[in-house]
Structure formats: structure tokens, C-alpha cells
């Protein structure tokens, strides 16, 4: 038979696909049940497909083989996030327009992935940047803004020097801008606001529902950052002070209050500059309030060194026994978080304790463990209060109680839940991205464009050059068309979308993406969404998997969708590196081109080896010496379906027969699962197991539709040289013959006192003295117990045989 040609085979049944229509799908019959299969869709970068890109969608490719095998419609789409700085960058340097760089870069993916052998109908792609997606995403803004779900707002807002433009606080990056690396300053800027703290309770309790990644889960929780815990109010006395003065902490350990020795104000509280004139050294805090304007709030969260200044003039009292407390400004107190103000208690709170350490103020200790003292000088956890007055050796659960409620009685406090995640700032001062649908009357009341007006399109007429003006500002054209709509004077809103809005709600649209009467159809969604298996990187977890989740409660709401969650089960792929284990990167010039590797070993163990190489959710080491081990996988694999044309044996081997059946349950099992890499550890022990061994063209048909969904092409090609006429992906999936599944002989390790002293083959039914008698009999073993006495001999059915001497 001739050789195994992967070049040749590749391309032409990748034609054969395209042209039969092999990966469409009639989204409207419903004969079928339904699964939805979805990648994280691709910024079309001119970089092209990078490896992580590989690994993912061949991982979603293989279960969407298996699910058609198995009988279900299966939705397993595909897109470009193609707005975004990097092509507003490129257009900066270049003057070629974004839409002009973004369609030569989604051509090239496109190629690429077909290249791969990846199952998408291109024909039914969505691409954010074309107006008849942004349509919708403006429309979905339209009924935001109606139903109070998005607001504009002055606010302190991480600004990028360089983009030249305000990002979430999800893009910062240990202070530095997620996109190009420059240092983020906090700028006041007016923008648009979803209001994603209105569902932040949903959006903990709901991850009760889906089954994702336990710490995806945690740190969805731990950044949505709920806190339940206690207002107290601590009256001050300035020189100029009123009766109703105060200062409002929140805390969450109000038990440990009588060990309060200073009290902390974030530089934004309000407080600050309104007793500015009695702060008798109001040049040093105002010093200090400049110097904080210049930290994001995660620098200031994450800062190793606390600093503070303290406030001259202003005193705050403890409402449980009448202490005067000196205040401090320090910046590590966050003004959006609680009430801009803490109570600190240095014995029991790190942070606190850092600072009084630093400053030298005192620490008093009001909670130990139990019945004994602790030596640790900062005490963290719960226990039993002392020095605290009639609330001494109560338990600190206990006293948060009796304390809540005595401030509650007295008017000075009470029960409160807060959250650490804020409202996602979605305006930016760029081009490229989709027009917010607002207009402003000339009396500055904001109003949606109306439906009738939409896509409301990008102007052509802008310089992309950033100067910290929104470019659509600039726009004669923008300007006009909102004045011939809306009347004179009218003004259009000039920032764009944050980009992560388009990917908010795009696996709605993949059920409907040709739809110009609406976002989906109503009988679309019903039947496809949500989606059933999404795999994609971990590193969304705090800004897309989160602002989705958002936009399907605040839909549901509103009555646009029915369901509360996108993504009932989510998978992370692991990263791939190099072969050093480094993260690959063109600075390190270790960057693995999927072309060139397609090129050279062929999509099929491309494919196979990314799967092989680790579990799904590890890391990836790529090496080429490693891959050609797959390689020549295939090649037996060839070999074996030219054997069999050659040979055409009349019945299997029944020892083969049972090493196939256990096969394919094993990796029916494994693909479920997504534990590709034992699937094909297991099809590459069978196909080692079959040399010298007979199988017929039926048998053999059986292994290629499980190796099918991993390396498609070439098994696409044996199927055909069998004289197959169908295609694999529309056949069914291979049911397990039991008879052959019951083992005849297995191995059985012997011990002695022990230690491993042989192996011995036995019947898989062998009873207990058979296994014993066999066991003795063996030579190894009788020189092992020369000149010792068996004591006992332990059988483990199936397992193993311990003989106990001595």
C-alpha cells in the first residue's frame, strides 16, 4: 500500500468536507437532543493561531465529533472578537484602517483552522466589528439604559497613558495596563457604568448551579469579595465639629472593637476635604492625598509597605467606652469598598497591625484562644473577648450579636453586607470599538438612538491618533447625522465599548447569527442556550466568564432570556510552552508556529499530541522529538488498515477482540470525560497489541470511529480505502460487545512478606486455592521461602497474592 502521505491526505479531505457541507446544522430541527459546544472565539491578530489556540479548539473539535457520533445535533460555532486596540494600534502606525487589517487577519485564521481540521461552518461566523453584530450589542445597551440597568457617572477611573484611555479595574495588571504594559494613573472621567453590583449576590449563589473548575468558583467568589459585617459610627471632635459629626466604619470583626486604637480614612472620603481648614498640618495630608491619586486601588490593596499620615486636629470616639481615637489617611483603605473608612485594631487585623508597628501606636489585645493566651502578637482569629467591658469571655460569634444589636438600639450602627466587586466601567476614548447608542439633548439628558436608528454605525471620517479626547469626537460626520436625526444642538455620546461587551453575549447570537429582526430568535434560545460545554483559559475568569454571567442575569431580568447562567460546564485548557517549559513568546523567540508544525507532521498528530501530552487542563510541553512518536502511531495505524486489504482475515483474533471492546469503552469513557490524553494512551496500546495479530475490515472499522474524533483526515482516508463511501463524523458511535469485555487471564503479582517476588499469569476467574497452589509452585518463589516457614498467605481477588514468612 502506498505511504502514509499526511500532506496529500489533509488537504484533500479537508476540501471534501467544505464541499459535502459536513459541518452544517439545521438549527431549527429539533428530532434530535440538542448540545452546544463552544470555544473562547479569537482576537484575529496578524500574529494568526498560536498554540493555545491548537489545544483548545481541537479539544472542543473532538467532542464535537463524538456528540454527532453519538446521535446529537450538535452547535459548535465559531467567531472573531475583532474590535480592539491592538488593530487600532496597527492603524495608528500604518494609517491602514482596523476593518482593513481585521478581514485579512479573519481570512487568515480561517484558513488556519480549516487547516487544523476543525469542524466550524464558516458561513454562519459572527465577527464583532461587522455592523450587523454591533446592532445588537447596541440594542442589548438600549434595553440596559431603559430598564436602569446602566448609568453615567463621574468616577476615579484607571487611565492608560498610552492607550490613552480609561480600562476596567479587571485590566489592570499589578498597576500596569493589561493591553501595552504602561503604568495606569486614577483619572476623574465621566462614563458608562453597568451596574453589575445589583447581581453580586446571584452571582455567588448561582455558581452553585454549574459545574466548573472549583477554583474558577473560588475566585469568582473571592473577587466578587462579599463581606458581612457591622456599621459603627464614631462621633469626631474638630474645632469645628457638629452634634451630628461622624465617622461611619464598617468592619467585619466588630467583636475585637475594644481593641481599637486609631481610626482610618481612605484619601477620597469626603471628610477629609471638608474640615480641611481645622487640619491643623493640612499641607502634609494634602501632600499625601496627591501622592495616593497616582495609585490604582490594587496597588494600594497590594502595597507591602503601609503608609499613613496622621490627622492634627481630629479625633474619633469608640461608641462602647468613650476612648478619643487619633485619625489617620492612609491609602490602604479603599474609598469605594464599605464606607471609605476602618477601625483599627492593630492586635488582631495584619494590616493594621503593620501600621501601628510602623507608626508606633499602641495594641491592645481583646480576643484569645479559648482558654489560653496567644503568643502570636496579631491574632486573626475568632476566640473569646477579654478587656471588653460586660462583653468579656463571650465567644466572638456570640459578642458580634449582643454588639450589633446594642448599636442598633442606640441608633449608632447596624447589620450590613458589602461587596468588593464595583460596576464595570465599559466607555473608552478610542475608535475602534462599537458606538455607545446615546445622544445628548442640549440640555445634557441622555437618550438612546432608538432602534430605528441602529447599527449606529462608526464615522470613517476620524484620525485614529490618540490624544486623550475620544476620536469620535472629532468626527464632522457623527456630528451631523445626530443633528439631522435628533434636531440642533444635539450632541452624539463620542466613546466607544469596552471591548468585553461583545464577548458578554455572543454565544447567544451563534444560535441565530443571520437574524436582522432580533438578537435570537425566541425559538432559538429555547433551543440551544445555554451552552453546554465551554472550554477556554483560565485567565477570563475575573472579566469575560463573569461579565457574561452578568449580562444573562441582568437579559433575564428584563425578560430577554430564560435561563440563569451561559455556561453549564466550563473547562480550562493548560498553557503550552516551550520545550524548557518556558511560556512562549516573540520576545523569546520560542514562539511555535501551528503551520509550520502542521506542515511538517500533519493536523492529525498535531492534533494527537496536544491531547496526548498532558491532561487537558496541565500545561503543555511542546517538543518536536515527542510528536514524532505520534507520527509514527499513525503510521501503524496505516499499516495495519493496509494489513488488512492485504490480508482480508475472515474473523479477529478473539486475545484482540478483547483488548478492542475495553478499548472502546475505556475511550468512550475518556472523551466524555475529556481526559483526551488516556484516550489515546489506550488507542495506541490496541494498535501495539494488533502486530501479528488478525482483525477484520469490521472490526478494524470499529477503532477507526474511536481514533476518528482526534485524527480525522487519516482515518477519513483508511475509511474510504475500505470502500466506504459515507463519512465517519455521520456514522454512529460503536457499541461494546460484553462478551468480550470479561478478562480470561490476568497478571497477578506474588509477594513475599512484602516485596514482589513474581508474576503469574491465572484464569480471571480463579478461586482463592487454585491462585494459592499456583503461586507456591512457582520457582522463583520456592527459592524465596527455602529454609522458611509460610505463616499465612493473604488473597487479594484480581490483585495479588502476599505469602507470609518466616
Known amino acids: 500500500m502506498k505511504k502514509y502521505d499526511h500532506r496529500k491526505i489533509e488537504k484533500k479531505w479537508q476540501k471534501k468536507w467544505e464541499e459535502s457541507g459536513s459541518f452544517k446544522l439545521d438549527k431549527d430541527d429539533q428530532s434530535c437532543e440538542k448540545f452546544y459546544v463552544l470555544d473562547m472565539f479569537p482576537y ?25 457520533m453519538q446521535g446529537f445535533d450538535v452547535l459548535h460555532p465559531q467567531g472573531f472578537d475583532s474590535f480592539g486596540l491592538p488593530a487600532e494600534n496597527y492603524a495608528i502606525k500604518t494609517g491602514v484602517h482596523p476593518a482593513e487589517t481585521t478581514q485579512k487577519n ?102 452553585e448551579k454549574v459545574d466548573w473548575p472549583e477554583h474558577t468558583k473560588k475566585n469568582q467568589i473571592n473577587w466578587i469579595g462579599k463581606s458581612e459585617g457591622t456599621t459603627v459610627k464614631f462621633a469626631i471632635n474638630s474645632t469645628d465639629s457638629k452634634e451630628e459629626d461622624f465617622i461611619e466604619v464598617f468592619t467585619t470583626r466588630v467583636d475585637t472593637i475594644f481593641g481599637c486604637t486609631y481610626v482610618v480614612l481612605a484619601p477620597e472620603h469626603p471628610l477629609v476635604l471638608k474640615i480641611k481648614d481645622e487640619i491643623e498640618n493640612w499641607n502634609e495630608v ?37 476612648e478619643k481615637l487619633p485619625v489617620f489617611v492612609a491609602d490602604y483603605v479603599i474609598g469605594s469598598y464599605g464606607t ?102 442640549p440640555e445634557g439628558e441622555a437618550k438612546f438612538v432608538g432602534e430605528e436608528n441602529l447599527p449606529w454605525t462608526l464615522p470613517q471620517d476620524v484620525d485614529f491618533v490618540p490624544t486623550g479626547v475620544a476620536p469620535l469626537a472629532k468626527s464632522a460626520e457623527l456630528k451631523k447625522r445626530t443633528e439631522k436625526i435628533f434636531g440642533q444642538g444635539w450632541q452624539p455620546e463620542c466613546d466607544t465599548m469596552d471591548t468585553f461587551v461583545d464577548s458578554s453575549w455572543y454565544f447567544l447570537r451563534y444560535a441565530d447569527p443571520k437574524n436582522e429582526k432580533s438578537f435570537c430568535a425566541s425559538e432559538r434560545l429555547k433551543r440551544w442556550l445555554p451552552v453546554d460545554l465551554y472550554i477556554g483559559g483560565a485567565e477570563h475568569t475575573y472579566m469575560h466568564l463573569l461579565f457574561a454571567r452578568f449580562f444573562v442575569k441582568a437579559m433575564k431580568k428584563i425578560g430577554l432570556v430564560d435561563f440563569d447562567e451561559p455556561f453549564l460546564q466550563l473547562r480550562h485548557q493548560g498553557m503550552v510552552l516551550d520545550k524548557n517549559g518556558k511560556k512562549m513568546s516573540k520576545s523569546k523567540g520560542n514562539v511555535v508556529n501551528p503551520d509550520d508544525m502542521i506542515e511538517k507532521f500533519g493536523a492529525d498528530s498535531v492534533r494527537l499530541y496536544m491531547m496526548f501530552a498532558a491532561p487537558l487542563e496541565d500545561e503543555v510541553i511542546w517538543n518536536e522529538e515527542n510528536i514524532v512518536g505520534v507520527y509514527r502511531f499513525l503510521e501503524k495505524v496505516w499499516d495495519k488498515a493496509g494489513e488488512i486489504l492485504k490480508v482480508q482475515p475472515k474473523s479477529s483474533d478473539e486475545k484482540l477482540l478483547r483488548i478492542l471492546h475495553p478499548t472502546i469503552e475505556k475511550v468512550t469513557a475518556d472523551i466524555a470525560g475529556l481526559h483526551y490524553n488516556t484516550a489515546v494512551s489506550e488507542m495506541m496500546k490496541f494498535i501495539n497489541a494488533s502486530k501479528k495479530l488478525d482483525l477484520t475490515q469490521s472490526d478494524f472499522e470499529d477503532f477507526l470511529k474511536i481514533l476518528s474524533p482526534l485524527a480525522p483526515h487519516i482515518c477519513e482516508e483508511i475509511w474510504e480505502m475500505f470502500g466506504r463511501e459515507d463519512y465517519l463524523i455521520g456514522l454512529e458511535w460503536p457499541s461494546v460487545k460484553e462478551e468480550y469485555l470479561k478478562r480470561l487471564e490476568i497478571e497477578m503479582p506474588i509477594q513475599v512478606n512484602g516485596k514482589v517476588r513474581a508474576k503469574i499469569f491465572v484464569s480471571a476467574d480463579v478461586t482463592e486455592d487454585e491462585a494459592k497452589e499456583t503461586a507456591l509452585e512457582d520457582e522463583n518463589i520456592k527459592k524465596h521461602l527455602e529454609g522458611k516457614e509460610v505463616v499465612k498467605i493473604i488473597f487479594v481477588p484480581e490483585r495479588l497474592i502476599n505469602i507470609v514468612a518466616k
Open 44 to 68: 484575529p491578530s496578524g500574529e494568526g493561531l498560536h498554540m493555545g489556540h491548537t489545544e483548545s479548539y481541537t479539544a472542543s473539535d473532538i467532542f464535537y465529533r463524538f456528540k454527532r
Open 340 to 441: 471609605g473608612a476602618v477601625m483599627a485594631v492593630p492586635a488582631h487585623d495584619e494590616r493594621d497591625w503593620e501600621f501601628a508597628k510602623k507608626y508606633e501606636l499602641p495594641i491592645k489585645k481583646v480576643i484569645k484562644l479559648h482558654d489560653e493566651d496567644s503568643e502570636n502578637e496579631c491574632l486573626t482569629e475568632n476566640g473569646i473577648l477579654i478587656n471588653s467591658e460586660k462583653f468579656s469571655n463571650l465567644s466572638s460569634q456570640q459578642a458580634r450579636k449582643k454588639m450589633a444589636t446594642w448599636l442598633q438600639e442606640n441608633g449608632l450602627g447596624k447589620k450590613q453586607i458589602n461587596f468588593r466587586l464595583r460596576d464595570w466601567s465599559v466607555s473608552r476614548q478610542r475608535f475602534w470599538g462599537c458606538p455607545i447608542p446615546i445622544v445628548y439633548s
Open 286 to 322: 494634602e501632600k499625601y492625598l496627591i501622592q495616593a491619586q497616582n495609585k490604582t486601588e490594587l496597588d494600594r490593596m497590594e502595597a507591602k509597605e503601609k503608609t499613613g499620615v496622621k490627622i492634627e486636629g481630629l479625633t474619633a470616639t469608640n461608641p462602647f467606652n468613650g
Open 106 to 207: 479573519i481570512a487568515n485564521y480561517i484558513r488556519q483552522m480549516k487547516s487544523l481540521g476543525l469542524s466550524y461552518d464558516f458561513e454562519e461566523k459572527i465577527v464583532t466589528s461587522d455592523p450587523s453584530y454591533y446592532h445588537w450589542t447596541q440594542w442589548i445597551f438600549g434595553q440596559f439604559f431603559q430598564n436602569d440597568l446602566v448609568e453615567k457617572k463621574i468616577q476615579k477611573t484607571n487611565w492608560c497613558p498610552s492607550c490613552q484611555t480609561v480600562i476596567a479595574n479587571e485590566q489592570v495588571v499589578g498597576g500596569e495596563c493589561e493591553r501595552c504594559g504602561s503604568e495606569i494613573v486614577q483619572k476623574e472621567i465621566p462614563g458608562w457604568f453597568f451596574k453589575t453590583t445589583d447581581f453580586a449576590q446571584e452571582l455567588i449563589d448561582d455558581l
